[in-house]
């Protein structure tokens, strides 16, 4: 099993592009996750899927945009990127329990 | 905000020693968890322990829960090279176990 996987590894992005990050996992979890991680500041939630069809704001939002496309895939875009969105973006799993598992990150990179 | 913060914010020790890092958190609690990042990579789970414990092992962690002062404590014993990482606490509360609040995380180093 893969776990949880995301594309890209990497990206460099202009202010005001957009991109989507990808996430998929094989664990057949109901719920998912977006993290962003700063230095300093821990890992904050973005956005999270309870189960397939529904998403919830976390603590972060703003110039965020998820979908849940199935039950495995989990996406997060951002539409006109800003520098300040400028972190490592982490995707997680859960299967009923709030024990998480997590992907290996995007590094993004808003000039 | 963030719900837990971790303390020390950086620890440096020798390899055979042990290494204790301290959880604060601020409102009632379900579920207190440990994981484990290694530079550039993702976070690994490492241990949970539910409100109603008090202690639990797992190998050579040992981490301890005073919901009274509402802290954590997690003891690596006979710390090893590859322990080397950050380690961050989490706290899910009653009723909403998706909503994971994440500390700063303590970064150790353990110096061969």
């Known amino acids: 099993n893969a776990g949880v996987t995301q594309t890209p590894k990497f990206q460099v992005l202009k202010t005001g592009q957009s991109m989507t990050l990808q996430c998929a996992q094989d664990?057949?979890?109901?719920?998912m996750y977006w993290y962003r991680q700063d230095p300093g500041m821990g890992l904050r939630l973005i956005y999270y899927?309870?189960?397939?069809?529904?998403?919830d704001k976390g603590e972060v939002p703003n110039g965020y945009n998820v979908s849940r496309l199935n039950k495995r895939e989990f996406s997060l875009r951002l539409e006109s990127a800003a520098p300040s969105q400028t972190s490592v973006y982490f995707c997680a799993s859960s299967g009923g329990t709030s024990l998480q598992y997590f992907g290996p990150g995007t590094r993004l990179t808003v000039t | 905000s963030q719900q837990g913060e971790e303390d020390p914010q950086a620890l440096s020790i020798q390899e055979g020693e042990n290494a204790t890092m301290n959880c604060s958190y601020k409102t009632s609690i379900n579920n207190l968890q440990w994981y484990r990042q290694n530079s550039g990579r993702g976070l690994v789970h490492l241990i949970l322990i539910r409100s109603n414990e008090r202690e639990k092992h797992s190998g050579r962690l040992r981490v301890t829960l005073d919901t009274s002062k509402k802290s954590s404590s997690l003891l690596i014993t006979a710390s090893r090279a590859a322990d080397t990482a950050s380690y961050f606490c989490a706290t899910d509360r009653p009723g909403g176990y998706q909503k994971v609040t994440f500390g700063t995380g303590t970064k150790l180093q353990v110096i061969p």
């Open positions: 664990m057949n979890h109901n719920s």
């Open positions: 899927s309870a189960s397939e069809g529904t998403t």
